[in-house]
Antibody, heavy 125, light 107 residues
Framework: QGQLMESGGGVVQPGRSLRLSCTAS????????MHWVRQAPGKGLDWVAV????????HYADSVKGRFTISRDNSKNTLYLEMNSLRAEDTAVYYC??????????????????WGQGTLVTVSS | AIQMTQSPSSLSASVGDRVTITCRAS??????LGWYQEKPGKAPKVLIY???NLPSGVPSRFSGSGFGTDFTLTISSLQPEDFATYYC?????????FGQGTKLEMK
């Protein structure tokens, strides 16, 4: 089934940077696209970014475009989120999640099937 | 970005009730919609993919329907473990977007 574990969260001042990591185990990491999803305290889920299995494509939410960078190192089974110019509104629990794809006659479908437990990022002076 | 409007934002129900949550997309997303359940302190869990498909292990009391812009999640007979927050997620195009969530509470 596999496991994902995030790390790197903490308290950071506005305008500073932070890098999150998500380490995969018991799965073939290089076979899967990966997402970052966040949840601000008391708020709903907020999709952040995705990277394809080979790193060839990356997409971002408008709220983080130009400030956050998603990347991966398949040799280390690790996903990253580099967060720059952090703002108070970036305060959230950040989850990594696996993109699972199934191919059927009608087409291919995907969903986020495996999630880590999350790491808390607090942006505060 | 595609906007997902989910309703209601909260819902009170009892064990055994039939419950329906709806999600409306700001444009046609075919059937590229999933439903996720979230409980406090736990990672979200997928319930439905491609509008109406259940991943392995999801109880059959959960069902989904819809195509285009209007979608529903139905729980046919609420169980105690179903009291949680539910989100729709469109995966038709990037950026993906979640609905605002529906908190299902015990009456």
């Amino acid at each position: 089934q596999g496991q994902l574990m995030e790390s790197g969260g903490g308290v950071v001042q506005p305008g500073r940077s932070l890098r999150l990591s998500c380490t995969a185990s018991e799965l073939t990491f290089s076979d899967y696209g990966m997402h970052w999803v966040r949840q601000a305290p008391g708020k709903g889920l907020d999709w952040v970014a995705v990277i394809w299995s080979d790193g060839s494509e990356k997409h971002y939410a408008d709220s983080v475009k130009g400030r956050f960078t998603i990347s991966r190192d398949n040799s280390k089974n690790t996903l990253y989120l580099e967060m720059n110019s952090l703002r108070a509104e970036d305060t959230a629990v950040y989850y990594c999640a696996r993109d699972f794809v199934v191919v059927k006659v009608a087409g291919h479908y995907n969903w986020l099937d495996l999630w880590g437990q999350g790491t808390l990022v607090t942006v505060s002076s | 970005a595609i906007q997902m409007t989910q309703s209601p934002s909260s819902l009170s129900a009892s064990v055994g009730d039939r419950v329906t949550i709806t999600c409306r997309a700001s444009q046609d997303i075919r059937n590229d919609l999933g439903w996720y359940q979230e409980k406090p302190g736990k990672a979200p869990k997928v319930l439905i993919y491609a509008s109406s498909n259940l991943p392995s292990g999801v109880p059959s009391r959960f069902s989904g329907s819809g195509f285009g812009t209007d979608f529903t999640l139905t729980i046919s007979s609420l169980q105690p473990e179903d009291f949680a927050t539910y989100y729709c997620l469109q995966d038709y195009s990037y950026p993906y977007t979640f609905g605002q969530g529906t908190k299902l509470e015990m009456k």
